[in-house]
Nanobody, 123 residues
Framework: QLVESGGGLVQAGGSLKLSCSGRAFNERAVAWFRQAPGQERDLVAVIHRNGRDTVYADSVKGRFTNSKDNNKNTAYLQMNSLKSEATALYYC????????????????????WGQGTQVTVAS
């Protein structure tokens, strides 16, 4: 089970930082997905078990930063220059990775999920 925090209401151009706490993050990749009403759950970013290698959706590259502190079993998603289209329910998810496999990008591949945190960007 993962616990998320940090969502809220922000003006366009503003910033938010989401947190995700769990267990055994040194063995797990942690991904962030978002889902807007009536839309599919899309990958935002994923960080490898090593806490260094990351993948971002093209729509957030250069504005969002995904990080992970394995000692604290906590992952973060720093979101800057937010746009109204970022409004969605954000989920963190984790999956144990056996090296040298890479983290998956499909939500169905993840074993552990948070409850979701709402991010609303007002234009």
């Amino acid at each position: 089970q993962l616990v998320e925090s940090g969502g809220g209401l922000v003006q366009a151009g503003g910033s938010l930082k989401l947190s995700c706490s769990g267990r055994a993050f040194n063995e797990r990749a942690v991904a962030w997905f978002r889902q807007a009403p009536g839309q599919e759950r899309d990958l935002v970013a994923v960080i490898h078990r090593n806490g260094r290698d990351t993948v971002y959706a093209d729509s957030v590259k250069g504005r969002f930063t995904n990080s992970k502190d394995n000692n604290k079993n906590t992952a973060y998603l720093q979101m800057n220059s937010l746009k109204s289209e970022a409004t969605a329910l954000y989920y963190c998810a984790a999956k144990s990775i056996i090296l040298p496999a890479s983290p998956p990008v499909q939500p169905a591949s993840y074993d552990y999920w948070g409850q979701g945190t709402q991010v609303t960007v007002a234009s």
